[in-house]
C-alpha cells in the first residue's frame, strides 16, 4: 500500500510539472513579427516654372548726331557706363554711325575709354575699342568679358576724313550684358507635408522621377528645410540627392532612421542654369517602408505548449482521484478492525471460521430470575417441556 501511495505522490509531481512547462511554453514562446509594405505619395505629378538663371539686359548708351564744324577736326560725346551690383559678365557694345548728309560724306570714327581719348587727343599713341576710317557708314561690335574692365564712360568720337568736308553723323550705340539671377530668382521647390511615421517601420525608401516639358537642362536637389536654406544662402548643405544638368531623372534613395525622424518633410528644388529661357519640370515622389503590423506567437509552439499543459492536468486529476480512493479504502479497513462485535485474528488459517462467543443463560438461571419478580398478571408460567 505504501509503494502504490509513492507512486501516486511521484505521478502527481510529475503531471504539475508538466502543466507549468506547458504553460510556460504557451507565454514564453517566440513572437512572430510580421511586416507590411506601405507608401505614401508625397509629390503628385507638380510642376514647377522656373525662370532663367542668366538674363540679358541692355542699355543705351548714346543716341545723338555729332557734327564737326568748320574751325574743329572732330566732334565727341561720352556716354556713362551703368552701375553693377550683382553678378553680371558677356557685356557687348554694339552700334551703328550713319552719315546723314546728301550726298554722304566719308568720315572716321573711335570709341574709346577717358585714358585713350586724352592720348589720341595729344597725338600720342593711344588704344581704341574700335575705330574706322573713311566711310559713310558703319556697324561695329566688340566685347568686354568682365565688368571689371568696363570704363566709367565711354567716349565716341567722329572725325573728319579731309580738310573741310563737315561730316554729320548719327551714332547710336548699346551696351547688352549677361546677369546672373538670385538663386530665389531662378529656382523653384515643392515641399511635401509632414509625415507622421509609427516607431515600428524599417527600410525607408525615397522613389520618384522629374522631367522638363520641353527637354531643357535643369538642375535638381532633394534636401530638408534647414539645407534649402544654407544653399540659398551660398553655404555648406546637405542635400539627400542631387544632379545636375540635366533634361530627366529619376530617383531611388534609401533613407536612414535619423533621416527620416519623426516627422518627415523634405524639399524638392529645381534650378534653371540657363540664359533666357524658363522651364517647367513636372515632379513625382513617393515614400515606402516596412511597417509592422501583428506580433504573434509560433502557432507550433502554442500548441506544442498546449498538449504539455492538458497531459500534465489530466495526469493531475487521475491522481487526485486513485489517491481519494486509496485513501477511503484504508479508512474503512480500520474501521473493521475497530469494530467490538468481531474478533480476527491475522494467524488463523484459511479454513479457519469466526466462531460466535455469545454465551445463552441457562434454564436455572431464568427460572430464578422469574421467582424473583414474582408471576406476571393473567400469565402462568409455563416450565419445561410443553405438552
Known amino acids: 500500500m505504501r509503494n502504490l501511495k509513492d507512486m501516486l505522490k511521484i505521478a502527481f509531481i510529475s503531471g504539475l510539472t508538466l502543466l507549468i512547462i506547458g504553460v510556460i511554453i504557451v507565454i514564453k514562446a517566440p513572437a512572430t513579427v510580421s511586416w507590411e509594405q506601405k507608401s505614401r505619395t508625397l509629390v503628385n505629378g507638380e510642376t514647377l516654372t522656373v525662370s532663367a538663371k542668366w538674363k540679358s539686359n541692355s542699355w ?17 560725346r561720352w556716354a556713362a557706363t551703368p552701375s553693377f ?23 572716321n570714327i573711335y570709341v574709346f575709354d577717358e585714358a585713350n581719348f586724352d592720348l589720341w587727343k595729344a597725338g600720342l599713341a593711344y588704344k581704341a575699342y574700335y575705330e574706322d576710317k573713311e566711310k559713310t557708314s ?41 546677369e546672373k539671377s538670385s538663386k530665389a530668382g531662378c529656382s523653384g521647390y515643392v515641399a511635401s507635408p509632414p509625415q507622421v511615421l509609427i516607431e515600428q517601420a524599417k527600410d525607408f525608401r525615397l522613389r520618384g522621377n522629374a522631367t522638363e516639358g520641353n527637354g531643357n537642362r535643369f538642375n535638381f536637389y532633394i534636401m530638408d528645410y534647414s539645407s534649402y536654406w544654407d544653399w540659398l544662402a551660398d553655404k555648406n548643405y546637405t542635400a539627400i540627392f542631387e544632379l545636375e544638368n540635366v533634361s530627366s531623372l529619376s530617383f531611388d534613395i534609401s533613407l536612414t532612421e535619423d533621416q527620416v525622424g519623426s516627422a518627415f518633410s523634405v524639399c524638392f528644388v529645381v534650378e534653371n542654369p540657363l540664359k533666357d529661357t524658363d522651364e517647367e519640370v513636372s515632379i513625382n515622389a513617393v515614400l515606402e517602408w516596412q511597417e509592422e503590423r501583428t506580433v504573434s506567437a509560433t502557432p507550433g509552439r502554442q500548441v506544442l505548449g498546449g498538449i504539455i499543459a492538458c497531459v500534465g492536468f489530466t495526469t493531475m486529476v487521475i491522481t487526485g482521484i486513485a489517491f481519494f480512493k486509496t485513501r477511503k479504502g484504508e479508512a474503512y479497513g480500520d474501521a473493521v478492525k475497530q ?49
Do not use: C, M
Open 60 to 76: 543705351r548708351l548714346i543716341e545723338e548726331v555729332l557734327r564737326v564744324e568748320t574751325h574743329l577736326k572732330y566732334d565727341e
Open 85 to 107: 551690383f550683382g553678378e553680371e559678365k558677356d557685356f557687348v557694345i554694339t552700334g551703328s554711325a550713319v552719315e546723314q548728309s546728301s550726298p554722304p560724306r566719308l568720315f
Open 138 to 178: 558703319v556697324s561695329f561690335s566688340f566685347s568686354i568679358p568682365l565688368k571689371e574692365d568696363l570704363p566709367s564712360a565711354f567716349y565716341f568720337v567722329v572725325e573728319e576724313h579731309s580738310p573741310g568736308v563737315e561730316p554729320t553723323v548719327l551714332v547710336d550705340s548699346t551696351i547688352s550684358w549677361t
Open 339 to 387: 469494530s467490538p462485535s468481531f474478533s480476527y485474528s491475522s494467524k488463523l488459517e484459511p479454513s479457519s471460521r469466526i466462531v460466535n462467543t455469545h454465551v445463552f443463560p441457562s434454564l436455572g438461571d431464568v427460572q430464578a430470575s422469574q421467582r424473583s419478580r414474582g408471576p406476571r398478571r393473567g400469565l402462568r408460567p409455563r416450565l419445561g417441556k410443553g405438552p
